[in-house]
């Protein structure tokens, strides 16, 4: 069975650039997740998918982040324009369950802003 | 607001040893309760989960859950240089739908 896919892993561009980052889920989860991760710290929730709906987009800085998730498979998340402080780990994560915490993690896609 | 609590290390214990891993958390109705292991530069990976108070033991590793003192441990026997990793303590504060909060983890290291 095929794991969790992100690309791309590793992406560098210049401050208020726009990036946008691939997640492809574990075939049959229903629920998708990106979280964000820094140096040291555990994985934050960014947005939730149930589905093609956004079930808890809470943390999710909506001035600068979006995602979506068309057809309720694979799904995207953009930042436009980065800064600075967005260099970290964004990570892709899918569960069989709602709001399950077995998750299956992607290998993350690493960001550094210039 | 919601917070879990781990001792960042690193924790450093001779191969062959018990390795005790501890995580407090603030929300008493939480209800379910996760290890992921993460090596350096890899994704979080899931080892343990327990769901109510007491042991729980598979193979080498055991998680403790005491939900009265607001803590659970993960204990991994015979530890070898391979479990060297940081290990993060999750918590799923809402049920079925909740999301999962993670510690800042514990930095692991085995030494032969």
């Known amino acids: 069975e095929a794991g969790v896919v992100q690309s791309p892993r590793y992406k560098i561009i210049e401050k208020k650039q726009p990036v946008a980052f691939w997640c492809n889920p574990i075939s049959g989860h229903n629920t998708l997740y990106w979280y964000l991760q820094n140096l040291g710290q555990g994985p934050e929730l960014l947005i939730r998918y149930e589905n093609e709906e956004a079930v808890d987009d809470s943390q999710l800085p909506k001035d600068r982040f979006s995602a979506e998730r068309l057809k309720g498979v694979d799904s995207t998340l953009k930042i436009q324009p980065a800064e600075l402080g967005d260099s970290a780990v964004y990570l892709c994560a899918s569960s069989l369950e709602i709001g399950a915490g077995e998750q299956f993690f992607g290998p993350g896609t690493r960001l550094t802003v210039l | ?112």
Request: glycine letters at 10%.
């Open chain 2, 1 to 112: 607001q919601k917070e879990v609590e781990q001792n960042s290390g690193p924790l450093s214990v001779p191969e062959g040893a018990i390795a005790s891993l501890n995580c407090t958390y603030s929300d008493r109705g939480s209800q379910s309760f996760f290890w992921y292991r993460q090596y350096s530069g890899k994704s979080p990976e899931l080892i343990m989960f327990i769901y109510s108070n007491g042991d729980k033991e598979d193979g080498r590793f055991t998680a403790q859950l005491n939900k009265a003192s607001q803590y659970v441990s993960l204990l991994i026997r015979d530890s070898q240089p391979s479990d060297s990793a940081t290990y993060l303590c999750a918590v799923n504060y809402g049920g079925s739908q909740g999301n999962l909060i993670f510690g800042k983890g514990t930095k692991l290291s085995v030494k032969p």
